[in-house]
């Protein structure tokens, strides 16, 4: 099992900035990838960036340009950098952690934290 506890949300003006954290613990397989989703209010929940342990990026085309997606290995942590915010990007922004110790791919999410950009 993987807990992700995320961290960093809240509100802020639009053009402004906010870094959101989401920390891994448990029994963690070394090769996975861990990303953010968002959901706003009436929409389905969409991909945001994923990184891979290995580097390899994802990003969604709203966020190109705009977001970036890091990791500290050793912590177990991703950030999503959120810069030049937007109110679409108001959302409750979701953690994920997916990982195949076998042939199987399992998937934990964090509990999500709310992000709210104003006019």
């Known amino acids: 099992q993987v807990q992700l506890v995320e961290s960093g949300g809240g509100l802020v003006q639009a053009g402004g900035s906010l870094r959101l954290s989401c920390a891994a613990s448990g029994r963690i397989f070394s090769v996975n990838t861990m990303g953010w989703y968002r959901q706003a209010p009436g929409k389905q929940r969409e991909l945001v960036a994923v990184?891979?342990?290995?580097?390899?990026?994802n990003y969604a085309e709203s966020a190109k340009g705009r977001f970036a997606i890091s990791r500290d290995n050793a912590k177990n942590t991703v950030y999503l950098q959120m810069n030049s915010l937007k109110p679409e990007d108001t959302a409750v922004y979701y953690c994920?952690?997916?990982?195949?110790?076998?042939?199987?791919?399992?998937?934990?999410w964090g509990q999500g934290t709310q992000v709210t950009v104003s006019s």
């Open positions: 990184l891979s342990s290995g580097g390899s990026t």
């Open positions: 994920r952690h997916d990982e195949r110790p076998g042939s199987i791919w399992y998937s934990y």
